[in-house]
C-alpha cells in the first residue's frame, strides 16, 4: 500500500469521526509487517507514513530508540518497534523501511516498520485477547489481537508502545 492511499485514509477517518455513535463500534486499523508477523496502529492515531530516508543513531539512547528522522523538515524521535516488543532483529536489513509518525503525544514520534500490509476496519466484538503463549512484557504492549486477511493481527498499544 502507497504512503498517498495511507493517508487519504487517515483524512478519510478523521472526516468520519463524526459519525453517528452505532458506526463507532468499528475502528480502522494500519496494518503493518515487523518480519513476517503483522501488527495494528489505530488509524485515527497516525498522521503520516513515509519512507525512511535517513535514520541518525544516537549515541545512548535505550534500545527501543532507533533514532533521529527528518521528516519534511521536523525531526521525529523514532521508534524501534522490535526492540520494544523484544523480537529478533531482522536477518537482512528491510531495504526501504517505513516511518509511522503517530499524532497525539507531546513530542513528535514515529515508528519504524518493515512494510506496511492494509488498512483494517475491526469491530470491537472481534477484538481477542493475545495468545498466552506470548511473554508477559510483549502481551502488555498490546490491546488484543484481530484476525484479518493478513493473519492474526495484534492491535498495539500506543500508550505503552511509547515509553520507552
Do not use: K
Amino acid at each position: 500500500m502507497d504512503p498517498e492511499a495511507i493517508l487519504a485514509a487517515i483524512e478519510h477517518q478523521r472526516d468520519s469521526e463524526t459519525e453517528p455513535q452505532a458506526e463507532q463500534e468499528r475502528a480502522s486499523y494500519l496494518g503493518f509487517y515487523l518480519g513476517d508477523e503483522v501488527y495494528g496502529l489505530p488509524l485515527d492515531q497516525l498522521r503520516e507514513v513515509a519512507h525512511v530516508n535517513h535514520l541518525r543513531r544516537v549515541p545512548g539512547a535505550p534500545a527501543g530508540v532507533a533514532g533521529l528522522v527528518n521528516l519534511r523538515g521536523e525531526i521525529l524521535c523514532a521508534l524501534d518497534v522490535r526492540a520494544i516488543l523484544g523480537l529478533p532483529a531482522p536477518t537482512a536489513p528491510t531495504e526501504a523501511p517505513f516511518i509511522v509518525a503517530l499524532r497525539g503525544f507531546a513530542d513528535p514520534l514515529g515508528l519504524i516498520v518493515d512494510e506496511i500490509a492494509d488498512i483494517y476496519l475491526v469491530a470491537s466484538s472481534d477484538i481477542e485477547a493475545t495468545p498466552a503463549t506470548w511473554p508477559a512484557e510483549r502481551a502488555a504492549c498490546f490491546i488484543g489481537t484481530a484476525r484479518v486477511p493478513a493473519g492474526l493481527m495484534g492491535l498495539l498499544d500506543l500508550a505503552r508502545v511509547t515509553q520507552v
